[in-house]
């Protein structure tokens, strides 16, 4: 068996992994607080790389375009939930699916009419910092330590603020929360703005990988997607800790087929034998891995 191989694919895995988590903790925040998917958090992220791109073409250091960056997507995520879905709170599930579908739309469509279709070249700041060895590129390695920092950064602060605690206690309980003095309004604005910025890591890491364009994260999406089902959409760190999972299941796959000699799946069906396990996780344990049971009287 060829380790050197193994524990390169090991590492992929894990980097990748780091990508579909901190898209699956995006999607999670939000869920946690409105009980909906955001089908839009992937256009978000993408919308959020071309302005990182548009900032470093204008001639800023990445650093200063990054951090830039995840301000305006924080803001942005805000300006969002403050807008045009507080208007939708009491609404249907129906209408506020047609509403994620329809900023999924409009993020695509303004991307590629600002700045065209064409790929575009994304930079990484990390060639220069970590040397290149064989079992991990510097970029791989950059990816995973940015977004562990990211993910220890978000449990300190919902973990030990005083704002964090607000934000957990307007997501799990916002009645009491309310009796409390706790403005659960501006609690989930501002969980539209984390969950936003999140995005915008997630998709200015993955950018070097694949080029920019306007579809970049759609199936990143489905891997963050899939992420949070497996560990439990209600369960942050769960989400987590699937798309780490997934990620090295991605990469295990590719490993079984150099073993065995024989190409059965390629890199076209590595996202359905994906999908193909967490279906089965769900069939047998719907909550996810790490999720909880929610019961809610009726």
Not at 35 to 48: D, P, R, V
Request: aromatic content about 12%.
């Amino acid at each position: 068996m060829n380790w050197e191989f193994v524990l390169h694919q090991a590492t992929s895995g894990l980097a990748n992994g780091a990508i579909y988590a901190s898209v699956a903790l995006a999607l999670v925040m939000i869920y946690t607080a409105t009980e909906h998917i955001n089908f839009a958090q992937g256009e978000m992220a993408m919308f959020s790389c071309y302005i990182a791109w548009q900032l470093i073409d204008w001639g800023l250091p990445y650093w200063v375009a990054f951090f830039c960056t995840i301000a305006i997507s924080f803001a942005g995520g805000v300006a969002i939930e403050r807008v045009i879905l507080k208007r939708f709170h009491n609404a249907p599930v129906l209408a506020v699916i047609i509403v994620f579908i329809g900023l999924l739309v409009i993020f695509n469509s303004i991307a590629g009419w600002i700045w065209s279709t064409v790929l575009k070249q994304f930079p990484s700041p990390f060639v220069d910092i970590f040397p290149t060895t064989k079992l991990v590129g510097p970029h791989q390695l950059g990816v995973v330590l940015t977004i562990l920092i990211i993910l220890t950064g978000l449990y300190l602060f919902f973990r030990f603020t005083p704002l964090g605690l607000a934000m957990r206690a307007a997501a799990q309980n916002p009645v009491s929360a309310r009796l409390v003095g706790v403005r659960v309004n501006w609690m989930l604005a501002l969980g539209w703005g984390l969950a936003a910025a999140v995005g915008a890591v997630a998709g200015m890491m993955v950018a070097p990988i694949v080029f920019l364009d306007p579809n970049l994260m759609a199936g990143i999406l489905l891997y963050g997607f899939a992420s949070a089902l497996l560990g439990g959409i209600s369960n942050p760190g769960g989400a987590v800790l699937g798309g780490f999972i997934l990620g090295l299941l991605e990469n295990g796959i590719i490993v079984v087929e150099n073993l065995v000699g024989v190409t059965v799946f390629g890199n076209e069906l590595k996202l359905t034998v994906a999908l193909i396990v967490v279906i089965a996780v769900l069939i047998f344990k719907p909550s996810g891995l790490f999720g909880k049971v929610r019961v809610k009287r009726v």
